[in-house]
């Protein structure tokens, strides 16, 4: 960046203003654009004010839109909002004159973006007409709804604002922009969550962490968990809301309002017990691996003394379940496959320290179920797996599993 911006103030002092006012102004405008990516913020509104003042004076109205646009954003950055609206609202009116119906709904994108705390009507007019500009470009098309859908919720309009956001999540799918469909799917679970749809908020929020995957973007990820757990909540499902608001805390540093959200849900709910094992009672034996994966995965960050008593919990959830044990037990194993060598040596180690605790006769049905569960494994899974368990053992100084 520092070299693309010292090639443009080159450029800058080639051409004078006096001689060359155009080309000077051209380059004024993409050093600006450059100085705001690089956060040198006042240098960067300096010279699009620039670049802006010797278009008009050339009577370039479309480039000098562009650089409005572009000094718009530069005066948000900087903390001048009154500056930036008044930047966006000239460049979308001169995008229009221009007839540039894309260039015109994202300044109209970015005039609502920054008038919707302070005046949410004139953003909801904002964004309403960049949706509509901007249908040719699906991503921009779904950002402009999901954002009214938004403002209409914080207006009240829980209708409008699931009409909007069900469209943002559509052309967010189509278009194959999997943060927007996180989004917007997150944004239509809050809409559906005011309406009291707890059934269709707890759809689009699954939806919402499931486009969010946690290594790829964990805090909308925890952010769509902890508005699970409302919406489970909403729904007096206890056991599945605090698996969803301890999955949200389960990150490493949750956002702050996403924390305190999850953990006032856990405060209403009371610590629970057993809660993936109730939650597995319900669901169908297909839906296991995924359920089981989310908590492994959750296990495997967590301080030392919670995986323990996670993994003492999961070897009482395999046991009291017989006859599904052997299926359990391969829902557990392909979890732990699907994790880092060394945090799946600290699941299984933390379930062996758990199971030195029990008597000979549960570590031996718990030793023959997840022998079971191992058998529906490929080869070299299988030995995989065997290995490690059998050498974990051996380090906390136990007999294997099996014979």
Do not use: C
């Given at each position: 960046?520092?070299?693309?911006?010292?090639?443009?103030?080159?450029?800058?002092?080639r051409?004078?203003?006096?001689?060359?006012?155009?080309?000077?102004?051209?380059?004024?405008?993409?050093?600006?654009?450059?100085?705001?990516?690089?956060?040198?913020?006042?240098?960067?509104?300096?010279?699009?004010?620039?670049?802006?003042?010797?278009?008009?004076?050339?009577?370039?109205?479309?480039e000098?839109?562009?650089?409005?646009n572009?000094?718009?954003?530069?005066?948000?950055?900087?903390?001048?909002?009154a500056?930036?609206?008044?930047?966006?609202a000239?460049?979308?009116?001169?995008?229009?004159?221009?007839?540039?119906?894309?260039?015109?709904?994202?300044?109209l994108?970015?005039?609502?973006?920054?008038?919707?705390?302070?005046?949410?009507?004139?953003?909801?007019?904002?964004?309403?007409?960049?949706?509509?500009?901007?249908?040719?470009?699906?991503?921009?098309?779904?950002?402009?709804?999901?954002?009214?859908?938004?403002?209409?919720?914080?207006?009240?309009?829980?209708?409008?604002?699931?009409?909007?956001?069900?469209?943002?999540?559509?052309?967010a799918?189509?278009?194959?922009?999997?943060?927007g469909?996180?989004?917007?799917?997150?944004?239509?679970?809050?809409?559906r969550?005011?309406?009291?749809?707890?059934?269709?908020?707890?759809?689009?929020?699954?939806?919402?962490?499931?486009?969010?995957?946690?290594?790829?973007?964990?805090?909308?990820?925890?952010?769509?968990?902890?508005?699970?757990?409302?919406?489970?909540?909403?729904?007096?499902?206890?056991?599945?809301?605090?698996?969803?608001?301890?999955?949200a805390?389960?990150?490493?540093?949750?956002?702050?309002?996403?924390?305190?959200?999850?953990?006032?849900?856990l405060?209403?709910?009371?610590?629970?017990?057993?809660?993936?094992?109730?939650?597995?009672?319900?669901?169908?034996?297909?839906?296991?691996?995924?359920?089981?994966?989310?908590?492994?995965?959750?296990?495997?960050?967590?301080?030392?003394d919670?995986?323990?008593?996670e993994?003492?919990?999961?070897?009482?959830?395999?046991?009291?379940?017989?006859?599904?044990?052997?299926?359990?037990?391969?829902a557990?194993?392909?979890?732990l496959?699907?994790?880092?060598p060394?945090?799946?040596?600290?699941?299984?180690?933390?379930?062996?320290?758990?199971?030195?605790?029990?008597?000979?006769?549960?570590?031996?049905?718990?030793?023959?179920?997840?022998?079971?569960?191992?058998?529906?494994?490929?080869?070299?899974?299988?030995?995989?797996?065997?290995s490690?368990?059998?050498?974990?053992?051996?380090?906390?100084?136990?007999?294997?599993?099996?014979?």
């Open positions: 960046m520092d070299e693309t911006i010292h090639e443009l103030e080159g450029r800058r002092e051409y004078p203003a006096e001689r060359y006012p155009v080309q000077h102004a051209s380059a004024q405008f993409h050093l600006g654009v450059a100085l705001a990516h690089a956060g040198r913020v006042d240098e960067a509104v300096a010279a699009l004010e620039r670049a802006a003042e010797l278009f008009e004076r050339a009577g370039l109205r479309g000098q839109a562009k650089a409005g572009a000094l718009g954003a530069a005066l948000r950055l900087a903390g001048d909002l500056g930036a609206e008044r930047a966006f000239d460049a979308a009116e001169a995008f229009e004159h221009e007839r540039h119906p894309l260039e015109q709904g994202a300044a994108f970015n005039l609502g973006l920054v008038v919707r705390d302070r005046d949410p009507s004139r953003a909801t007019a904002a964004f309403e007409q960049a949706r509509r500009l901007l249908r040719p470009a699906p991503r921009r098309a779904a950002a402009a709804a999901r954002e009214l859908g938004t403002a209409l919720l914080a207006l009240g309009d829980a209708v409008g604002a699931e009409q909007a956001l069900e469209e943002a999540l559509a052309l799918e189509g278009s194959g922009d999997e943060a469909r996180g989004a917007a799917a997150n944004a239509l679970g809050l809409a969550l005011a309406a009291e749809k707890t059934d269709g908020a707890i759809e689009a929020f699954r939806l919402a962490a499931a486009a969010h995957p946690r290594g790829v973007r964990p805090h909308d990820y925890a952010m769509a968990k902890a508005n699970l757990a409302l919406a489970f909540e909403q729904g007096a499902d206890e056991a599945r809301a605090r698996l969803a608001a301890r999955q805390l389960g990150i490493a540093e949750p956002p702050g309002p996403v924390a305190a959200q999850a953990e006032a849900a405060a209403r709910l009371g610590s629970g017990g057993g809660d993936l094992g109730v939650v597995l009672d319900r669901e169908p034996s297909e839906r296991w691996p995924a359920l089981v994966r989310e908590e492994v995965v959750r296990w495997a960050d967590a301080a030392p919670v995986r323990r008593a993994s003492a919990s999961w070897i009482d959830v395999q046991l009291t379940r017989p006859d599904e044990a052997p299926e359990l037990a391969e557990w194993l392909g979890a496959l699907e994790l880092p060394r945090l799946m040596e600290l699941v299984i180690r933390s379930t062996l320290e758990a199971l030195g605790e029990r008597e000979a006769g549960v570590r031996d049905r718990f030793g023959s179920d997840v022998s079971a569960g191992m058998a529906r494994f490929y080869v070299p899974q299988l030995e995989r797996l065997r490690i368990f059998e050498r974990l053992a051996a380090e906390l100084g136990q007999e294997p599993l099996w014979s």
